[in-house]
């Protein structure tokens, strides 16, 4: 039987993430781990994660863990979810924090100061709610879901990739920001697909079953 790793670094809710991997994946062992062995033996690799970058790169170091994601990350379909996005970057603005460098690239907090004018309202951060999420290039993620389909953010930082080419999506809040990215057997975003209803189990069922 196959396996999907849910990495479990002390960060986020993982419950939520494996419920909603296990609905779509019948036929597969879904795990919560904090074990780099059993991330390694792992067919598939979904890193996961609510927080503050400092504490989450701090506790994926503590649990040993770097490696495996690693390692995890150069060579099997891998899908970061939130800061499982962030984390994959070169540095974050938050706590001038270094991360896991995967990707080239930044991790800045949106602006203070944000302003719809169409709708005549100032902009809260943190972006907490249903956006639309805009498709930049086809990727076998996106198969069954509509271009601006809708999904669920809680986030307060965005990314900033260096090559603009990994941008596989964008989403409006105040300002155009990435909202997936991915590159060979990488899949990440920003916004939650487990909470996310039926757009979101569609994406956690396309990642089961790609073959990158």
């Known amino acids: 039987m196959s396996t999907v790793a849910v990495i479990d670094y002390g960060m986020g809710n993982l419950r939520s993430v494996s419920k909603a991997i296990e609905h779509v994946a019948p036929g597969f062992r879904v795990e919560v781990t904090a074990d780099a062995a059993r991330v390694a033996a792992a067919d598939r690799v979904v890193f996961p994660g609510q927080g503050a970058m400092p504490d989450c790169m701090r506790e994926l170091d503590s649990r040993g863990l770097r490696p495996a994601v690693l390692e995890a990350a150069a060579s099997k379909p891998f899908l970061g979810i939130c800061i499982g996005l962030q984390m994959l970057f070169k540095h974050s603005d938050e706590g001038d924090t270094p991360g896991l460098d995967v ?5 800045a907090r949106f602006p203070e100061a944000m302003f719809d004018a169409a709708a005549g309202v100032r902009l809260k951060v943190p972006h907490m709610g249903w956006n639309e999420v805009w498709q930049e290039q086809p990727h076998p993620l996106w198969e069954g879901i509509p271009d601006g389909d809708r999904f ?10 260096a090559n603009s080419a ?26 939650h697909p487990e909470k996310s209803a039926h757009a979101g189990l569609r994406l956690l069922s396309n990642f089961i079953r790609w073959t990158p």
């Open 103 to 107: 990707f080239a690239g930044n991790v």
């Open 166 to 191: 990994m941008t596989l999506a964008q989403t409006e809040h105040g300002i155009r920001f990435t909202s997936a990215v991915g590159k060979a057997n990488i899949f990440a975003v920003q916004f």
């Open 152 to 161: 669920y953010f809680v986030h307060s930082y965005c990314v900033q990739p």
